[in-house]
């Protein structure tokens, strides 16, 4: 009996040892495709990390603003910097003819509906005239009127002093992908189609110095140029532009044939008003792109659906006469090339992020803000080698939640899905673990889920 059970306990024991090396063997076969994704990068610095700390004006930039402002002596600048603020932001696309005729036949129809209900002896005509006018009265009370902004020189400082700082944060962070992800890219020509006071230029600056040598700016206001051009010359006549070759314009260059190996609008397509001028425009500047196209929003509803509304134009809709044969591919922020899950849920919300910035210096007002914007980057480059370890990352669209050994991730994922993941060093290693757990909002996390993970897709 005691040899009996000594067999079992040693028959316990090799059946105990051999379901380990399984498990071990099948987690070694999950990981075998992440094994050198970090490429002796410490966790926080991981390849899909892109996000930064808070960002400052560079120096020069914000003494020249600071300059212009207190020269310009505006009456009630801040809270009119403030309320330009909250238009912007609440700005909507203009509503466009055949939907508005759309809504008014319905309207139309229902109020005809009604008046039949009750139907006496009445004057058709003049019941025809009563539901006009209630048409139209309706019609002018809930139809959002979109208006084209008009910037003299007053209405460009306050532009400066509300939204310079947030948009140069939003359009640094959105470089900030190409430069960590295609660390070759070195850019010798900028585009910057609405260029307002130039904060494009100052953002690609700081990302890539004297690489460029060439820098177009155009915009369709007279002052803001001048204020742009002012503040690359420190509010200084006399002296030298601090970052030189920036050329203004009112116009695009004509020939198709011209191309810049960075081409960026910010805050521009809010500006068009209608769809087709948004897609004559994303059109023209995808022939004028070699490389990248960034396109930059406020991170609404309005704004993310418009960069949706240029994704689809570039992906979907090609041109007739084609200068550049090369595709569009999306580089970033989205994983896939499918609809955007989010406009396919059932409560549309925008897919937007985060930057923070130090704004300038105004009464009232913190040391530091927050810029809620939605980017797009298309490219006609393949990715680089040492970017193919990321190409099939699944995107941050939401905080990191931090919890006693587990996080959580809400992820746009590469087959399309929205995707709300439990990430633990058990089921995902310990590097992977570590990685989402440092990570945050808008970064790539090397997550490929196992086939026992308790995911939830979500349905927003």
């Known amino acids: ?70 020269g310009a002596q505006v009456n009630r600048l801040t809270e009119r910097a403030q309320s330009l603020t909250n238009f912007l932001w609440s700005r909507k696309r203009a509503v466009e003819n055949p939907t508005l005729r759309k809504k008014a036949v319905s309207l139309e129809r229902e109020l005809w509906e009604k008046a039949m209900e009750k139907r006496g002896d009445v004057d058709e005509q003049a019941l025809a005239d009563r539901i006009r006018t209630r048409v139209f009265s309706e019609l002018r009370r809930t139809t959002y009127h979109w208006t084209p902004m008009k910037y003299d020189e007053e209405l460009g400082v306050v532009y400066m002093a509300a939204r310079m700082a947030g948009s140069y944060a939003a359009v640094r962070r959105a470089m900030n992908e190409i430069k960590k992800r295609d660390p070759s890219f070195a850019p010798q020509s900028l585009l910057d189609f609405g260029s307002g006071l130039g904060t494009v230029v100052w953002a690609s600056h700081s990302c890539w110095g004297d690489t460029l040598k060439e820098m177009v700016c155009v915009d369709s206001s007279g002052p803001m140029n001048i204020l742009a051009e002012r503040l690359l010359k420190g509010d200084d006549e006399q002296v030298e532009p601090h970052i030189k070759q920036v050329y203004f314009r009112q116009f695009l260059p004509v020939s198709p044939k011209v191309q810049f190996d960075l081409v960026v609008a910010a805050f521009t397509l809010s500006e068009l008003p209608s769809v087709k001028e948004r897609e004559d425009v994303v059109h023209t500047l995808w022939r004028k792109t070699s490389s990248y196209l960034v396109l930059v929003e406020n991170g609404t509803r309005e704004g993310h659906q418009m960069l949706m509304e240029a994704r689809d134009t570039l992906l979907k809709k090609q041109e007739q006469t084609l200068h550049d044969t090369r595709a569009a591919s999306v580089f970033a922020p989205c994983p896939h090339e499918a609809m955007c899950p989010k406009l396919a849920a059932k409560h549309i919300t925008p897919c937007n992020f985060q930057q923070l910035y130090k704004p300038l210096p105004q009464p009232r007002h913190s040391d530091q803000a927050i810029e809620k914007f939605s980017y797009l980057i298309l490219t006609r480059t393949e990715p680089a080698e040492a970017e193919t370890e990321g190409v099939d990352w699944a995107r941050l669209i939401a905080p990191v939640q931090r919890r006693t050994r587990h996080v959580h991730c809400r992820m746009c994922c590469p087959d399309g899905q929205l995707q709300h993941l439990v990430v633990t060093a058990r089921k995902h290693s310990r590097d992977v673990y570590r990685c989402a757990r440092s990570s945050d909002w808008g970064d790539k996390v090397p997550i490929i889920p196992n086939v026992d993970d308790d995911i939830q897709t979500d349905s927003e």
């Open 1 to 70: 009996m005691a040899l009996r059970s000594y067999g079992a306990c040693v028959l316990c024991q090799n059946v105990s040892v051999v379901r380990m090396m399984y498990r071990g063997m099948s987690a070694d076969a999950h990981l075998q495709p992440q094994v050198d994704f970090l490429k002796g990068q410490i966790h926080r610095k991981h390849p899909g990390a892109t996000n930064l700390k808070t960002l400052h004006l560079p120096e020069e930039l914000q003494m020249a603003a600071r300059s212009i402002i207190h």
